[in-house]
């Protein structure tokens, strides 16, 4: 990997001996190289873990498929309760319709004049 001209140039002010500053400027260039070399070892590492990380906490088709069932399934119970509740429902209506009528004086008294007027 080369150095930019910039740094070459600051380098080579640095170190007057010519020779010694193209040594610089090679060994940081290998080092560079390297360091990029390692850096790109790294990065499949990195994203291979990433993935794995990922893949683990990712809902999967299958979770949903077995969350979508579990789902249904509560939904057909919670059905079933209701229907029950409606018939309960229906049954304590008529039940507190019965009681306000039977208990009511004037419902008796009108039943006694229907009684009356079948038996004149």
Known sequence: ?????????????????RERAEKVIRALEEGLGAVREEARAQKEVVKAEIKE?????????ADLAEFKGEVREELAHLEGEIK??????????GIMLA???L???GFHQVIRAIIAHIGA
């Open 1 to 17: 990997m080369a150095l930019p001209y910039d740094v070459v140039k600051v380098i080579e002010e640095a170190i007057p001996d």
């Open 53 to 61: 990380e990922l893949t683990r906490e990712l809902v999967t088709k």
């Open 84 to 93: 029950v509740i409606r018939v309960w429902l229906k049954v304590l209506a």
């Open 99 to 101: 009681g306000f009528t």
């Open 103 to 105: 208990f009511n004086p």
